[in-house]
């Protein structure tokens, strides 16, 4: 059983940045994905078990960039430019799929709790 531990989540103007980190054993692809109050589950990023491979949601390229340290394991995401619509729970979630980067939450088989994120404007 793989355990996921997000942190790093919290409050902050527009136009400001916050740095998601998930802790997960083993050498998964792995996902960040949110869910805003009354709305679904939406794919963020995505970054391949080795980290050469990512992907990015239309929403978020350019702002947000995701990583990961093997040795740490440890997946982050950097938010910069972050805006009122990027409030929500963002969670992240590792996939036993290894072939490819996959967008679709169902997709990935384990999920971390969720932190918080919430930009003011």
């Known amino acids: 059983q793989v355990q996921l531990v997000e942190s790093g989540g919290g409050l902050v103007q527009a136009g400001g940045s916050l740095r998601l980190s998930c802790t997960a054993s083993?050498?998964?692809?792995m996902g960040w994905f949110r869910q805003a109050p009354g709305k679904e589950r939406e794919f963020v990023a995505a970054?391949?078990?080795?980290?050469?491979?990512?992907t990015y949601a239309d929403s978020v390229k350019g702002r947000f960039t995701i990583s990961r340290d093997n040795a740490k394991n440890t997946v982050y995401l950097q938010m910069n430019g972050l805006k009122p619509e990027d409030t929500a729970v963002y969670y992240c979630?590792?996939?036993?799929?290894?072939?490819?980067?996959?967008?679709?939450?169902?997709?990935?088989?384990?999920w971390g709790q969720g932190t918080q994120v919430t930009v003011s404007s």
């Open positions: 970054i391949s078990w080795s980290g050469i491979s990512t």
């Open positions: 083993g050498r998964y692809n």
């Open positions: 979630a590792a996939t036993q799929t290894r072939t490819y980067l996959t967008r679709t939450d169902y997709s990935y088989n384990y």
